[in-house]
């Protein structure tokens, strides 16, 4: 007797809030992989506890099918190609989809922490000091500058013009600001659109 397949699980509602963009194949752009995996970076960079963090969160979220857990979340940021052990294997936009909504759902937790080492950088710019006069912005600087260059294959192009500290430091600088837009009630939807920027067709 044939065996009935077992049922394919629906999507968890909180995906739909998530329009799927028009794209030639239902994969996650080359750039919208990029943008994802260092959010993600960032955001171990703020919390020491940021690799749990995301599991947790994707468990809590009931998207535990799209992540599926510690191995399958490293091979899916393993897509970005700026990885030291990058991924040949496609991102799909359901992953895609459940990693904006962890990363927004985690950025709401540190809103506060992401505001204070914002305005810190603004105190510091204003007065023309060093990031070392701001023991938290600094702390959370050198270890992203630490997971970025443990991480990336220094021989890629996209990586190579984050070559010094001065620009590491820029781009961590960026993906606080972008952590902080998307802690807001419509942000997944604002990260997911400004992933898909000039790739939809």
């Given at each position: 007797m044939p065996v009935d397949s077992p049922p394919v699980s629906p999507s968890p509602l909180i995906l739909e809030s998530l329009p799927?963009?028009?794209?030639?194949?239902?994969?996650?752009?080359?750039?919208?992989?990029?943008?994802?995996?260092?959010?993600?970076l960032a955001i171990e960079a703020l919390d020491l506890g940021g690799g749990e963090a995301?599991?947790?969160?994707?468990?809590?979220?009931a998207l535990d099918?799209?992540?599926?857990?510690?191995?399958?979340l490293w091979l899916?940021?393993?897509t970005n190609p700026m990885r030291r052990y990058s991924q040949r294997r496609p991102m799909d936009l359901e992953e895609a989809k459940a990693l904006v909504i962890i990363i927004c759902n985690l950025s709401r937790r540190l809103t506060v922490l992401v505001r204070q080492l914002l305005l810190g950088h603004q105190q510091l710019v204003g007065k023309q000091l060093?990031?070392?006069?701001?023991?938290?912005?600094?702390?959370?600087?050198t270890r992203f500058?630490?997971?970025?260059?443990?991480?990336?294959?220094p021989?890629?192009?996209?990586?190579?013009?984050?070559?010094?500290?001065?620009?590491?430091?820029?781009?961590?600088?960026?993906?606080?600001e972008k952590l902080l837009l998307c802690s807001g009630v419509l942000g997944a939807q604002r990260l997911w659109t400004s992933l898909f920027d000039g790739e939809v067709v």
């Open positions: 799927t963009p028009d794209l030639p194949a239902d994969e996650c752009p080359r750039r919208a992989r990029m943008q994802i995996d260092l959010m993600l995301m599991l947790s969160t994707a468990r809590e979220l099918q799209q992540v599926k857990g510690r191995v399958h899916l940021r393993s060093s990031y070392d006069h701001h023991f938290r912005l600094a702390d959370y600087l500058r630490s997971h970025f260059r443990a991480r990336m294959n021989r890629r192009s996209g990586v190579i013009a984050y070559s010094t500290d001065e620009k590491l430091d820029e781009l961590a600088i960026q993906l606080l």
